[in-house]
């Protein structure tokens, strides 16, 4: 049998790390099997949709490099289409295939219609709090006659179309994480399959789609578990099999508690915005419940597409360690070439106005590299880097006098590596650290009486790397000009 899995988002905003995990597991799960996973679009709830949010998570998923076989994806220009043989694949495009099931199920006295009101409903509600029994419909309607129903139907009354849930028995299944999991029949609801708007309700379409989608196996966030149970009796009434499960736990903060946005950023899109690389994203999810066994870290997606399995899935909830992530993201920083890096790093840098599209990829590489080992995301480095372009610094002269000299003193170390430097005929990055180090040394100069000033005076600043790289990526005019202003700061 091919495995098939699925994502089935309602689009009712942008995709959150979760969904992001959900939709990687499920992706991973068929990729290591062979076989194929699907997006389907769950948009059963017309009160909540948001416009552009479908395009958005497809941009999201595939920005993580995650492809469906089947479904819901995006045209060359953009715009929502679908593939697969299994569809439509977008819920409110099938309505009537609901509605011939629904028909069934009414036929078979599975499930029946129901006229209760929001305030019949509230008051019984009330009368179950108040007696601190277990709140749900109270199956008023199960056993309306046939006549009663058409009657009130003709007479315009609105209803809904419940399940009628056994009374009896006891609803297993073994999650693919979680283990053997058992509900009481007796204390699920009637759950609404059909609400008065004719729209199937989530429980109802799930099954149904997941049943023609050929879904061998569901995999969801842990809060849809208490209904697994209510989609199995489905299953049963209808005489379909039904798929695997595996439900994945909570992602928490250090907190412990669950990820929202009012603790940070949790869509899929501001991390990418922010600079993280989706290959780190991608790695740092993948081990959120999840790990290889031993002790390796970095796994690219085509590495979790052959690794990954159920069997080490954890049941505990999943902490969301945003050192972590930040960690990830350096690690495939170090990584990259420097013109790849330069690449990445050129839209950050162009959108804070410290160069245009005319500037030298090489050259852009070498300054960029600078910060390669050290930073974390790409937002930083206009920031870390924009030194580097000014035309001009501002500093205070202070910044460039050495601890334990004079502003003369200071002043005057830098006339001699000025002259020093302008004699340079070739300028080597490689070699400007020996030749200024020997040049002190055999001028009996103190180490920081003249590296503290030449580094300020081409950074501008206290943190910076290095003088001789710094040197080394501006070049010699560059440098020389820098220093002189430096002498000039001194008066
Ligand atoms: N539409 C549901 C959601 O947004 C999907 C749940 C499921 O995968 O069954 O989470």
Redesign the pocket.
């Known amino acids: 049998m091919k495995i098939k899995t699925?994502?089935?988002?309602?689009p009712?905003g942008f995709l959150h790390v979760g969904?992001l995990r959900?939709a990687l597991y499920a992706y991973l799960y068929a990729k290591k099997n062979n076989g194929s996973f699907i997006l389907r679009v769950?948009d059963t709830d017309r009160t909540r949709l948001v416009e552009g949010s479908i395009e958005n998570m497809i941009h999201s998923l595939a920005w993580a490099g995650i492809e469906m076989d089947e479904g819901v994806c995006l045209d060359e220009n953009g715009n929502i289409t679908q593939k697969g043989e299994n569809g439509p694949y977008i819920q409110s495009e099938r309505l009537d295939i609901y509605k011939k099931h629904i028909d069934e199920l009414l036929e078979k006295g599975h499930a029946y219609h129901c006229f209760c009101n929001k305030e019949r409903l509230d008051e019984v509600r009330k009368m179950q709090e108040l007696n601190k029994m277990p709140t749900g419909y109270d199956g008023h309607c199960r056993n309306l006659s046939k006549e009663d129903v058409q009657a009130k139907i003709d007479a315009g009354e609105e209803y809904v179309i419940r399940l009628k849930m056994p009374k009896e028995g006891v609803t297993r299944f073994t999650d693919m994480v979680r283990g053997d999991v058992e509900f009481k029949n007796e204390l699920i609801d009637d759950q609404v399959l059909i609400k008065s708007d004719g729209f199937p309700t989530?429980h109802f379409a799930?099954v149904v789609d997941?049943h023609h989608m050929e879904i061998t196996h569901?995999?969801?966030?842990e809060?849809?578990i208490s209904?697994t149970p209510k989609h199995l009796v489905l299953y049963q009434m209808f005489g379909w099999e039904a798929p695997q499960y595996a439900h994945l736990s909570l992602l928490v903060n250090e907190q412990k508690a669950k990820l929202s946005k009012r603790h940070g950023d949790v869509a899929v899109e501001d991390f990418k915005e922010k600079g993280y690389l989706p290959e780190a994203l991608v790695n740092f999810v993948a081990f959120l419940g999840w790990n290889p066994g031993d002790d390796r870290e970095i796994f690219s997606l085509a590495d979790l597409e052959k690794e990954f399995d159920f069997d080490k899935v954890a049941k505990s909830a999943a902490v969301f360690n945003r050192e972590k992530l930040a960690w990830y993201n350096k690690q495939y920083i170090k990584d990259m070439t420097d013109l790849e890096f330069a690449r990445l790093a050129l839209p950050y840098l162009k959108n804070a106005g410290l160069v245009d599209d005319t500037v030298d990829m090489e050259l852009l590489g070498n300054v960029v590299a600078l910060e390669k080992e050290r930073m974390e995301v790409f937002t930083e480095l206009p920031e870390s880097l924009g030194y580097l372009f000014a035309k001009d610094l501002e500093y205070d002269p202070e910044l460039i006098i050495w601890k334990k000299a004079t502003k003369e003193e200071t002043k005057e170390k830098l006339e001699f590596l000025y002259a020093f430097l302008k004699n340079f005929a070739f300028w080597r990055q490689e070699t400007l650290e020996e030749e200024i180090k020997k040049w002190i040394a055999n001028n009996n100069f103190g180490v920081g009486d003249v590296l503290w000033p030449m580094r300020t005076a081409l950074a501008g600043r206290k943190n910076s790397p290095s003088p001789f790289e710094i040197a080394g990526v501006l070049g010699q005019e560059e440098t020389l000009r820098r220093i002189k202003k430096g002498i000039e700061v001194l008066g």
């Open positions: 699925r994502f089935a988002p309602s009712t969904g959900t769950e989530y799930v997941d569901v995999i969801r966030g809060e849809w209904s």
